[in-house]
């Protein structure tokens, strides 16, 4: 294939139905003013991916190359073309995900059916790409459920069969007055099986996971049931075995009694995500309950403790987190393996509720206040004696031992040369990383480098924050400041960083009551100029009250 760069006048490029073998470098280079490019019917081009120059077609409309081997996965660009509608990579070697991007486009028309390792994940995209009015995706790996299309108001002609999704199809689909052409076959949709209005002149179901072969509403057990596993995604693991009208013949992990009715459900083991359902408690003769050894986040639903004949209820080894409800005694309640569990997920003062086995926990609003109470420890060691909180040091030494290693230049520990080191610890708190850090860019390694340009705006900050901290909103008011007060200590001209009496001006407010436990000192530091300040230290004193007290000097 030629080159067609810096071809700045081009607008229409029609190269499809040939036999080309290769596509050069570049050859979308400078094409400010291409408006339609077809590439499709190439199978004999040598494999590639879609060059990022094409965004220099700013005024782009339609873009086909399906069947031209493309692999790799959708660039995430497609998004930023504010004229594109119509765009067609079917038939070649596409992997991941539909990009976010796509969200909120102006596309049309979405030809991507047909890949031959398929595309993955789920569609919900979809549902914010609302001048839709073609979708074909048929024949690639997607899964979870259909998204609401109701926005999608054009939409005449939507093609999803052979593909993996599960979970019932919405009710709003049925009601897209534009809606012509549908498939949905041979995938693992459950729940009632769809009745489309007579506007529908052509659809597709076949193979499916719905509970009956016409339409009308499930068995009531059944319906609870894809309730609760809507919660967890509806995994296709249980759409594969959930079919039929009747939960207690042929559904796995579900045990009934000589009735008909659920009394075991065992979810253990099975790596599900999401969240545990409130709908378990419609279930009324449900006694056993096994969730443990999954991925669930969230808390026990209250409603749990109304299944007046429940006897077990395994949670454990997730990642659950709230306050235990107050369940019977009968109940034998297995909560081991979630650090969080039995704490107020909502509250940063860590009030602790029934435990059950899980032992005690922190949560990350006790981790945020921890981390602003080493930061006000690391002030004291400016102006208290080192000896005296050695026991206090221990399980920050490799913050300590930092805070040396910057002071070795000067020997000393001084109110305004050294506030620089200060600085970079603040940083290694906030954000867990460290002076050097590999894990950032390759061409921006340095903390303080990296951190100072994430300081123009509060989102950045928050996403910088040690993922291990999940403050609520007045403690991320008192990370604000200290990374602020990082970025002001870290300044690269000396003169223009504060001097450590401002630095704990700036901190004292956020620190709690807490007193040292030394003896009395008298305390000595070389200032920025020489001159050496006294201080008196009383360990009968409270930490603001000696820093008040320091302030006043």
């Not at 036999?19 to 590639?48: C, D, K, M, R």
């Not at 193979?207 to 894809?226: I, M, R, Y």
Request: charged content about 15%; overall charge negative; some cysteine.
């Amino acid at each position: 294939m030629p080159s067609f760069a810096n071809h700045t006048s081009l607008r229409y490029l029609y190269l499809d139905n040939n036999n080309f073998s290769s596509i050069p470098s570049g050859f979308l280079q400078g094409l400010t003013n291409l408006q339609v490019l077809y590439l499709s019917e190439n199978h004999n081009i040598a494999p590639w991916t879609i060059p990022t120059e094409l965004t220099q077609a700013t005024s782009l409309l339609r873009f086909y190359a399906s069947d031209t081997n493309i692999f790799g996965s959708l660039p995430d660009f497609f998004g930023s073309f504010p004229n594109l509608t119509d765009l067609g990579l079917a038939y070649n070697n596409l992997s991941g995900t539909l990009p976010q991007s796509f969200g909120g486009s102006r596309i049309r028309k979405l030809r991507l059916e047909r890949q031959k390792n398929g595309l993955s994940g789920t569609i919900d995209v979809l549902s914010s790409m609302t001048q839709l009015s073609q979708v074909w995706l048929f024949e690639n790996e997607f899964i979870g459920p259909i998204p609401d299309l109701s926005n999608c108001t054009s939409l005449f002609d939507l093609q999803l069969s052979d593909n993996q999704f599960t979970g019932l199809i919405p009710d709003s689909l049925m009601s897209i007055a534009t809606l012509r052409n549908v498939s949905l076959d041979n995938n693992e949709l459950q729940g009632p099986h769809p009745q489309f209005p007579s506007s529908v002149t052509n659809h597709t179901l076949g193979t499916n996971s719905f509970c009956k072969s016409t339409p009308g509403p499930c068995d009531d057990q059944v319906t609870t049931l894809l309730e609760i596993a809507a919660a967890f995604g509806y995994p296709s693991k249980l759409a594969k075995s959930w079919t039929g009208n009747n939960a207690c013949v042929g559904w796995t992990s579900i045990i009934c009694d000589s009735q008909g009715n659920i009394i075991t459900i065992n979810f253990a083991k099975q790596q599900f995500v999401g969240t545990i359902s409130p709908a378990f408690a419609k279930l009324t003769s449900l006694r056993n309950l096994f969730l443990g050894d999954n991925k669930l986040t969230g808390s026990i639903p209250d409603a749990l403790t109304n299944i007046t004949r429940l006897q077990v209820l395994d949670v454990s080894n997730n990642n659950l987190s709230g306050l235990l409800p107050k369940f019977g005694d009968s109940v034998n309640l297995t909560t081991t393996g979630n650090p969080l569990i039995g704490m107020n997920s909502t509250s940063s003062s860590g009030n602790k509720a029934g435990m059950g086995s899980s032992g005690a926990s922190v949560l990350p609003g006790m981790i945020a206040g921890i981390v602003i109470a080493v930061i006000i420890f690391v002030v004291v060691v400016f102006f208290i004696s080192i000896k005296c909180y050695m026991s206090l040091v221990e399980p920050f030494a490799s913050l300590y031992d930092d805070f040396l290693s910057l002071s070795t230049a000067t020997g000393r520990v001084t109110t305004k040369a050294d506030v620089y080191a200060f600085g970079v610890i603040l940083m290694q708190l906030i954000t867990g990383r460290k002076a050097v850090d590999d894990t950032l860019p390759d061409d921006n390694p340095h903390l303080v480098t990296w951190f100072c340009g994430i300081l123009k705006n509060k989102e950045s900050i928050a996403k910088a924050i040690d993922q291990t901290i999940n403050p609520d909103e007045e403690t991320m008011e008192s990370i604000y400041t200290v990374a602020e007060l990082a970025g002001h200590c870290t300044t690269p001209k000396p003169y223009q960083r504060p001097d450590i009496r401002y630095v704990v001006n700036i901190l004292s407010p956020l620190v709690g009551q807490w007193k040292p436990t030394c003896h009395k000192l008298d305390h000595k530091f070389p200032t920025f100029h020489g001159v050496e300040d006294i201080y008196d230290s009383d360990q009968d004193m409270s930490l603001p009250q000696d820093l008040r007290s320091w302030q006043t000097m």
